[in-house]
């Protein structure tokens, strides 16, 4: 059986971005999105966390 949000999750791996930069970014605690991680997401939900994932990874291609 596959986890919600499977294909965010991968999205984050493949660009370096953990769970708690995420969260950071969005103003919320890790348990938060942790919580959130656990069911499958809304649509805008999912845009929202799908563009702070690209955020963070760009920051962090820019500083390397």
């Known amino acids: 059986m596959q986890k919600a949000n499977q294909d965010i999750r991968d ?21 938060t999105i942790t919580r959130w991680m656990r069911v499958e997401l809304s649509a805008d939900k999912r845009r929202e966390i799908e563009q702070v994932i690209s955020d963070i990874a760009a920051t962090k291609s820019q500083s390397e």
């Open 11 to 31: 999205y984050a791996a493949k660009r370096g971005v953990y769970f708690w930069e995420i969260a950071m970014k969005l103003g919320i605690s890790e348990p």
